[in-house]
């Protein structure tokens, strides 16, 4: 698979550089993650997953985490992409241009996984399995709910952000959702979420609740459409680039999209508003 370099048109022209049957494909976005990305759990899960690969995207890091995914790349070239942005473009950016990625590829599945491992691999198995099972599921989260024997090591305070914006979500979505901010989910390569991910992203750190939110609004039954994984295991890691100020932003940026959806109902493949104020645009 060959190194891309982006943030500019030819990424959209760009053909598959992938020769082989991929069945999952798991974009990893990484900003400065020089100094904590285990690149050997990654190459392990790699060695017993020959239908599986990842995309690493790198969000325009000022340190030597490039030089890191090229080393990678060049370990296991069959199944390892590397996208690089020559600017820093946000996690949000990078996910959507490494699910682009994916989709042209054309993996059956198409997920993101944060670079920390807070989730380990070995959940990608779990997510496959649901998919397996139902076929009319094409959204697979993990949940860090906390369960008897289960492994979830947070923060007071990151569960207190967590259920506010799980609060968030299940306005934005209109689905009883748990947990979006859990770095690790699953799609099908489907149209829906092909177009999902045509556009930016408006709410910053939320984006996952906007993607739900574009998936939610275009499906028939989204109810019947997403899958919560509750996690056996997740920690978390030191080294957040997450300020205070970016919560709060996104947080604003929710709640328009909030707005958006109260003031708006779309029909599957047919947008459909209603009568009244129209909702404030996404800056």
């Excluded at 400065?32 to 325009?60: H, I, Q, T, W, Y």
Aim: overall charge positive; some cysteine; aromatic content about 6%.
């Amino acid at each position: 698979m060959t190194l891309l370099t982006t943030n500019d048109t030819a990424f959209a022209n760009a053909a598959p550089v992938s020769s082989n049957t991929t069945r999952t494909m798991i974009v990893v976005p990484c900003y400065n993650e020089a100094d904590r990305l285990d690149g050997g759990v990654f190459l392990k899960a790699l060695a017993g997953s020959p239908d599986m690969s990842f995309v690493f995207v790198n969000d325009g890091s000022a340190d030597a985490t490039l030089h890191c995914l090229e080393a990678l790349q060049k370990a296991n070239p069959s199944q390892i992409d590397v996208i690089s942005l020559r600017r820093n473009s946000g996690k949000a950016e990078a996910v959507r241009k490494g699910l682009q990625h994916a989709c042209r590829v054309g993996a059956d599945r198409v997920g993101y996984w944060d670079a920390d491992l807070a989730t380990p691999l070995e959940a990608i198995a779990d997510f496959e399995t649901v998919l397996d099972r139902y076929f009319d599921i094409t959204v697979v989260y993990g949940a860090r709910r906390q369960l008897l024997g289960h492994r979830i090591n947070r923060t007071v305070s990151r569960r207190a952000v967590s259920r506010i914006c799980a609060s968030l979500a299940r306005l934005a979505v209109g689905l009883p959702i748990g947990d979006t901010q859990c770095g690790a989910k699953l799609f099908r390569n489907t149209p829906t979420l092909r177009r999902a991910i045509d556009t930016p992203f408006t709410a910053g750190w939320l984006f996952d609740v906007e993607l739900f939110s574009r998936i939610a609004a275009t499906t028939q039954k989204p109810e019947l459409s997403f899958y919560e994984v509750p996690l056996s295991e997740w920690h978390e890691v030191a080294g957040s680039k997450v300020s205070s100020r970016a919560i709060l932003r996104s947080g604003v940026q929710m709640l328009r999209l909030i707005a958006r959806r109260l003031l708006t109902r779309t029909e599957p493949g047919k947008p459909e508003r209603r009568s009244g104020p129209v909702a404030p645009k996404a800056i």
